[in-house]
């Protein structure tokens, strides 16, 4: 094992190749954390990887994998555990969105989001949270979304496990109080990265009104991460949403939803 990869200083990033993945990826290694980074896109992590070793003085370790499998989870952890490196931070922001209405979506694509959205994340939240709470130490994130807070049709299961981890991750981050280890979920809203485009949205007026760059979202939720926050909403505008998406009736707020991502 690499002397950089101290305990206490090593972070793994699934979904690191892009987005919000590439500026946590960025803003760890900042800060003096080597990194674990996991994506399908093996070339493009080790692109990453050069990168930030060049800048700081960490090591960066690329393990490209597809998360949505389980014998690829499985894999990750052992070869983890078998080189000694111990992971103080979990980032688990592998995940992606399809755009259309559920009866006309092919249920491989809708099977892929739930392995990935839901499954991998909470498998590996399994895998290391066990040997975080024996050292009473470590971070946990879980990426959500405002989708969390209420139903979203033409994104049926999309919302659903987003709400899914909400749900858990404030579940869990109750559980381990006391422990030493902290469960952080971060909820942003529309975002400029490549989710559009992969969900095939089209051109939503809507998000992109109200898109945040995607380093405020991770500079924002590592701030959050770092405070121990078991929910972290960045922008005020999704702040009030998730607000309103509380108060207001239920079939209103999905009928909005549903207008929302009509329009074009």
């Not at 972070?11 to 946590?24: D, M, N, P, Q, R």
């Not at 900042?30 to 493009?44: D, F, M, P, T």
């Not at 559980?175 to 490549?194: A, F, I, R, S, Y």
């Amino acid at each position: 094992m690499s002397s950089r990869f101290q305990q206490g200083k090593t972070a793994l990033i699934t979904g690191a190749s892009g987005g919000i993945g590439y500026e946590f990826a960025k803003l760890l290694a900042a800060e003096g954390h080597s990194l674990i980074l996991v994506a399908r896109n093996g070339e493009k992590l080790q692109e990453i990887a050069l990168e930030l070793e060049k800048q700081f003085p960490i090591s960066a370790k690329v393990i490209p994998k597809d998360l949505s499998q389980s014998s690829a989870r499985e894999e990750l952890f052992r070869e983890i555990e078998r080189e000694g490196i111990p992971v103080d931070i979990l980032i688990n922001n592998a995940g992606f969105g399809q755009y259309g209405f559920f009866s006309e979506i092919d249920w491989p694509r809708e099977n892929e989001m739930i392995q990935l959205n839901i499954t991998a994340l909470t498998h590996l939240t399994k895998l290391f949270i066990g040997e975080m709470i024996q050292r009473k130490r470590g971070r946990i994130l879980q990426l959500a979304s405002t989708a969390s807070f209420q139903p979203g049709p033409l994104m049926a299961v999309y919302y659903a496990t987003k709400a899914y981890i909400l749900f858990f991750s404030e579940a869990v981050a109750n559980e381990l109080k006391n422990t030493g280890v902290t469960m952080t979920c971060l909820c942003p809203g529309p975002t400029g990265t490549d989710f559009q485009k992969n969900a095939r949205m089209g051109d939503n007026w809507f998000f992109k009104l109200n898109q945040m760059d995607a380093s405020s979202v991770a500079r924002i939720g590592y701030q959050g991460l770092m405070k121990g926050k078991s929910l972290v909403i960045p922008g005020w505008t999704n702040y009030l949403g998730s607000v309103l998406s509380k108060l207001s009736p239920r079939k209103i707020v999905t009928g909005a939803v549903r207008i929302l991502q009509e329009t074009k």
